[in-house]
């Protein structure tokens, strides 16, 4: 859901960019999101087929999928390619989401969370933070999926207070639907990490909701999982985090100068077990005023860890162990496992320092 949202942010911005006159400089952030927001109400339905390459541990993986959407809440998206996940089903009617497994005939069932009528997502406020945290500039005319593009560069303003609402982005926007077409994010060092196309796009074809109705294969294994009891992480004290978590939370002896412990998140899947894995998550924060530090160590009960660190990833030594760094725009990263526990560290250090806090954990 996160991908979706993700698409559905970028889709929004790039059409109010360019559906309010293309490249007027004297627009304001706030006003390119109002004029977003009033492109988005004249979009009902649409189809694509997406794909998604990614590079992982110096290897490029992509995934095909045909996707189709209609408002309110309804999608359906089949998996075409890698080979070990084609077919693999996502339906939502707006109530109920499926996902089903052809290659192991199982079914995941999960009711839409309940959500107040009166809350509604603040589109206008999310796409005005992040024009504003970015440098803007427009790249001319392309061709791309036989149609014309603008193409236009996003990259973080150096002084943004929050890396995270800016990314390093280049974007090719349909010049007839005014529809992303495709986006490549890229690393510090400009190298691309990510790259989303979206080809065979269609607009408001009058989608039938049939097309988002799912029964369940015959014998297949349904396990149904309920949004509603899935918490978000709890913040604690360490204390309280060591008394909660089924493992011994590794510490560092080693933190940036400047860096204080603030405080600890905890969560785990009980919630919504998959596939038999079962995880514990506790998250160590620490900030030097607006600029901070995450640990994260995740005990495996069951199962294992098949995350994957996107971008190029250099192997560092971890006291013995090989890890895996990836530098970020404004952040860095840092993975490797020892005994039942993966460690993460991210945050707005360099790698020499991240690296010093990792051989300090006991």
């Known amino acids: 859901m996160t991908r979706a949202k993700t698409l559905l942010v970028l889709l929004l911005m790039c059409s109010a960019l360019f559906a309010v006159g293309c490249i007027d400089e004297q627009l304001t952030a706030e006003q390119i999101a109002e004029q977003m927001q009033q492109k988005e109400e004249g979009i009902e339905d649409y189809s694509y087929t997406m794909y ?11 995934m095909e999928s045909e996707m189709i959407f209609k408002k309110p809440y309804k999608m359906r998206s089949v998996v075409k390619q890698p080979a070990e996940q084609t077919g693999t089903l996502t339906v939502s009617d707006g109530e109920t989401i499926w996902i089903y497994d052809p290659h192991e005939n199982t079914v995941i069932q999960m009711e839409m969370p309940d959500t107040p009528e009166d809350i509604q997502i603040d589109y206008v406020g999310m796409i005005g933070g ?36 800016a990314s390093n982005v280049k974007v090719w926007i349909d010049k007839e639907t005014w529809m992303p077409l495709k986006y490549e994010i890229y690393d ?11 080809r065979n796009l269609k607009v408001n074809t009058g989608i039938s909701d049939d097309e988002f109705e799912f029964e369940i294969p015959d014998g297949a294994e349904v396990e ?3 949004l509603n009891e899935i918490k978000p ?4 004290t360490l204390e309280e985090a060591k008394d909660t978590a089924g493992f011994d939370i590794l510490l560092p002896s080693y933190i940036p100068d400047g860096y204080e412990f603030d405080h600890a998140l905890f969560s785990n899947n009980s919630a919504a ?3 038999d894995q079962v995880f514990e998550r506790v998250t160590l924060v620490y900030e030097n005023g607006d600029e901070w530090l995450h640990i994260s160590e995740v005990f495996f009960g069951t199962g294992s860890s098949d995350m994957a660190v996107m ?15 990836v530098a970020f725009t404004q952040t860095n990263l840092l993975r490797w496992t020892t005994g039942d526990i993966e460690l993460t560290i991210t945050g707005m250090v360099d790698k020499d320092e991240i690296v010093k ?6």
């Open 52 to 62: 998604i390459t990614s590079s992982s541990f110096g290897q490029d993986n992509v």
């Open 130 to 165: 992040i024009l504003n945290e970015s440098d803007v500039s427009f790249s001319g005319l392309e061709e791309f999926d036989n149609r014309t593009v603008y193409v236009m560069r996003l990259r973080p303003k150096e002084e943004t207070e929050n890396p995270l609402f």
């Open 188 to 198: 510090e060092d400009e190298n691309p990490m990510i790259s989303f196309e979206i």
């Open 224 to 226: 149904v999982i309920d």
């Open 233 to 236: 992480p709890e913040e604690m």
């Open 273 to 275: 077990l998959v596939d």
């Open 311 to 325: 971008g190029d990833a250099e192997t560092v030594s971890i006291n013995g162990s090989e890890g895996k760094f």
């Open 357 to 362: 806090v990792a051989e300090s954990m006991n």
